[in-house]
T-cell receptor, first 113, second 113 residues
Framework: EAAVTQSPRSKVAVTGGKVTLSCHQT?????MYWYRQDTGHGLRLIHYSYVADSTEKGDIPDGYKASRPSQENFSLILELASLSQTAVYFC????????????FGPGTRLLVL | GQQVQQSPTSLVLQEGENAELQCNFSTSLNSMQWFYQRPGGSLISVFY???GTKQSGRLTSTTVIKERRSSLHISSSQITDSGTYLC???????????????FGAGTRLAVCP
């Protein structure tokens, strides 16, 4: 069964600090994604990647960096965390195909103080 | 850019009632997906439905590309159906959004005994 795991599951960070969120998938998928979800809203795409060592900007990339060191791992980096980055972050993976949905991780709840 | 509008924003049902959730999109479509999310939980794919009608148990999804809409019908609702239902569209290859999802804000469903 498809498996996407995220760590940490929750984190409290201070404004201006560095935060790294990690994602690991065992689906053998080429595509990986990072989304954020704010209370009462849908998900918005931050960064994505379709191959190791390459990342692409999504719809809201400002303030975030991404790293894809291998097919299985995809990280989201907040170099200088800000209050506005408090949200739940979801990682997902998918394969390139006509009938392929995205498989989501459990989410990371980030609180920036 | 792409926009996805969901309605209603929230819905309260008595157990056994039916529900119709709507999703409207503004640009060309490659696929439409419906996800289910429990409070504080991850997203689970419910339907991958680029066009036409698909059924799975008590759930039916209908996507009409020409009318730029997709619906999710829940029949004989159960308490366990409570949660948030999100639709997400993937744009066509020429839209610049191929293999990227744009989410609606979701419909929060509460089913009461």
């Amino acid at each position: 069964e498809a498996a996407v795991t995220q760590s940490p599951r929750s984190k409290v960070a201070v404004t201006g600090g560095k935060v790294t969120l990690s994602c690991h998938q065992t689906n053998n998928h080429d595509y990986m994604y990072w989304y954020r979800q704010d209370t009462g809203h849908g998900l918005r795409l931050i960064h994505y990647s379709y191959v190791a060592d390459s990342t692409e900007k999504g719809d809201i990339p400002d303030g975030y960096k991404a790293s894809r060191p291998s097919q299985e791992n995809f990280s989201l980096i907040l170099e200088l965390a800000s209050l506005s980055q408090t949200a739940v972050y979801f990682c997902a993976s998918s394969d390139l195909g006509d009938q392929d949905t995205q498989y989501f991780g459990p989410g990371t709840r980030l609180l920036v103080l | 850019g792409q926009q996805v509008q969901q309605s209603p924003t929230s819905l309260v049902l008595q157990e056994g009632e039916n529900a119709e959730l709507q999703c409207n999109f503004s640009t060309s479509l490659n696929s439409m997906q419906w996800f289910y999310q429990r409070p504080g939980g991850s997203l689970i794919s419910v339907f991958y439905n680029p066009s036409g009608t698909k059924q799975s148990g008590r759930l039916t999804s209908t996507t009409v590309i020409k009318e730029r809409r997709s619906s999710l019908h829940i029949s004989s609702s159960q308490i366990t159906d409570s949660g948030t239902y999100l639709c997400a569209m993937e744009g066509g290859m020429l839209s610049g959004s191929f293999n990227k999802l744009t989410f609606g804000a979701g419909t929060r469903l509460a089913v009461c005994p």
